[in-house]
């Protein structure tokens, strides 16, 4: 059986990306984690804007996300200050998407992404309907 | 045909036994998956992250993220096996794969959308090269651009938008017309197709890109093979077979 036994989706409002993405390295298993969050393709009603993440994760991430943040061996110069800053703004399972937190969902690894989403009330923002004259990216 | 009597069977191996460039992916070989981009950490259980999966075509274009939650799943129902990409931010880069000499190549994977959404299956230089998408509501789409763009979707009461397909397409901008050009086989039948782009991908040789599995797809993967050239017909065929076996889809 995986260790990877939950599912966790952040939105991340556009104002904080920056830090996210720091404390996504204090927290995260890769030096290139600082790149978790990238462009913010969500909105809730308001039309307010987030970038979203979503990973399988361990058990221990909760009570990391908690905790006095630490750098990690591969990344001893991040900014954790910064990741600390974003680390205040964690509402796990308490709160929709709203651009004063970073809303955290985290559930069973068999939850969905989509799912997940649905709860942070947000929406990905629309796309034009493609048809066979046009382009994909 | 291969597999008679005394003749090894199919494997997609064989399409490079000449040196073809390309790739070949297997995630029901889960000793070529690894949960970091190092290859470090095996991958060893039904939801474990996949950050690095290994060519077996024997080119070396192995697929990594570096980035762990971009990283897909990987899962197993005990008889089949597949990466999970969730649609969110999840996708696989290889290293460049140079198709740079040639104006051809075979594009190939199984693979079943979980939801609908702007997705690009499986990519080599994206809008600039070769790729096989869909879009919102849209159906499976091959796109060939070398110098402007053709792409050929399928329109067919068979291919709804979250079928399980093995997508087959040769490409090949040397032809003129776009059917010719992007030559889409799914689950080894020709579909019903709207034609559209310019009306011509150009004649120019294909690029030097990273093969690009998932992106922005909640989509699963059974496995996927990319190989510069030309493919015979019998390969072709032989391939479908493979991956059905692989995905359970019935030809």
């Given amino acids: 059986m995986s260790n990877y036994t939950q599912r966790v989706t952040i939105a991340t409002p556009i104002a904080h990306i920056q830090d996210a993405n720091q404390l996504a390295l204090a927290l ?15 909105q809730d009603a308001q039309g307010n804007l987030y970038a979203v993440a979503s990973t399988v994760a361990k058990p221990i991430f909760a009570q990391m996300a908690g905790q006095p943040l630490k750098a990690p061996s591969d ?5 954790l200050a910064a990741a600390t800053r974003a680390q205040s703004l964690l509402q796990i399972n308490n709160s929709i998407a709203t651009p004063d937190v970073i809303a955290v969902v985290l559930g069973s690894n068999d939850e969905s992404a989509q799912e997940h989403i649905k709860r942070l009330g947000l929406d990905h923002v629309p796309e034009p309907e493609y ?3 046009e382009v994909a990216k | 045909m291969r597999g008679g009597s005394g003749i090894a ?3 997609p191996s064989l399409l490079f036994s000449s040196g073809e460039q390309g790739a070949w992916y297997d995630p029901s070989d889960i000793s070529t998956l690894f949960q970091d981009a190092a290859g470090a950490t095996p991958v060893t ?10 060519d077996k075509s024997g080119n070396g274009n192995h697929m990594t993220q570096s980035i762990s939650a971009s990283r897909p799943i990987y899962k197993t129902d005990g008889t089949l096996h597949w990466l999970y990409f969730d649609g969110v931010d999840d996708y696989m880069d290889s290293d460049l794969i140079d198709l740079s000499t040639g104006t051809s190549a075979l594009m190939v994977q199984a693979r079943q959308l979980i939801s609908a959404n702007a997705s690009s299956n499986i990519s080599h230089g994206g809008g600039g090269g070769i790729q096989e998408y869909q879009r919102g509501n849209g159906a499976p789409t091959g796109l060939l651009n070398t110098g402007s763009i053709s792409v050929v979707q399928a329109d067919d009461a068979r291919v709804p938008i979250l079928g399980k397909y093995i997508v087959n397409i040769q490409f090949d901008s ?7 050009e992007i030559d889409m ?3 080894g039948f020709y579909p019903s197709v709207d034609e559209g782009g310019a009306g011509d991908s150009g004649s120019g040789n294909l690029g030097n890109y990273p093969l690009s599995l998932g992106q922005t797809a909640n989509m699963i993967s059974f496995g996927a093979i990319l190989r510069g050239g030309v ?10 077979e493979y991956l059905a076996i692989k995905s359970g889809v019935t030809l």
């Fill in chain 2, 231 to 240: 493919t015979s017909v019998g390969d072709r065929e032989e391939v479908n």
């Fill in chain 2, 174 to 180: 040397s032809k003129v017309g776009r059917l010719l």
């Fill in chain 2, 45 to 54: 259980a039904d939801g474990d992250p996949v950050g690095y999966m290994g």
């Fill in chain 2, 185 to 187: 086989q799914i689950n």
């Fill in chain 1, 28 to 42: 995260g298993e890769s030096s290139a984690d600082d790149k978790t969050f990238t462009s913010a393709s969500y």
């Fill in chain 1, 75 to 79: 990344s001893p110069d991040m900014d």
């Fill in chain 2, 9 to 11: 069977p199919f494997t």
């Fill in chain 1, 131 to 133: 048809k066979t004259n």
